[in-house]
């Protein structure tokens, strides 16, 4: 079983930058996982935000964050950082970190990872 905690969330204003981190631990039985970011606003649906597969070769960024957001791998097998620029109010919501030892690829097809962290809040006020 793999437990996943993010931190980093927190209160910006409009046009700040924050960076969120997830790491993952417990047994990690593959050597590559797809690492990803979702978000869920008040009343409305979770969305994948961007996604990683850190055995190379597939990178997932949301229209509305292109250009504003970057993924990473992080130290750990299990581990990602996402870096928001120029945050936005409606990028405001629950954060959380996901991950499955399938190419991202293939669970890009319906996002439903195996993995789940709790979240970390954002709000970005004006």
């Known amino acids: 079983q793999v437990q996943l905690a993010e931190s980093g969330g927190g209160s910006v204003q409009a046009g700040g930058s924050l960076a969120l981190s997830c790491a993952g631990s417990?047994?990690?039985?593959?050597?590559?996982?797809?690492m990803a970011w979702f978000r869920q606003a008040p009343g409305k649906e979770r969305e994948a935000v961007a996604a990683?597969?850190?055995?190379?070769?597939?990178?997932y960024y949301a229209d509305s964050v292109k250009g504003r957001f970057t993924i990473s791998q992080g130290d750990g097998k299990i581990s990602a950082t996402l870096q928001m620029h120029d945050l936005k109010r409606e990028d405001s919501g629950m954060y959380y970190c996901?991950?499955?030892?399938?190419?991202?690829?293939?669970?890009?097809?319906?996002?439903?990872?195996?993995?789940w962290g709790q979240g970390t809040q954002v709000k970005i006020s004006s």
């Open positions: 417990g047994h990690t039985y593959s050597t590559y996982y797809c």
């Open positions: 990683i597969y850190t055995g190379g070769g597939y990178t």
């Open positions: 996901a991950a499955d030892p399938n190419y991202c690829g293939l669970v890009a097809r319906t996002w439903e990872l195996v993995y």
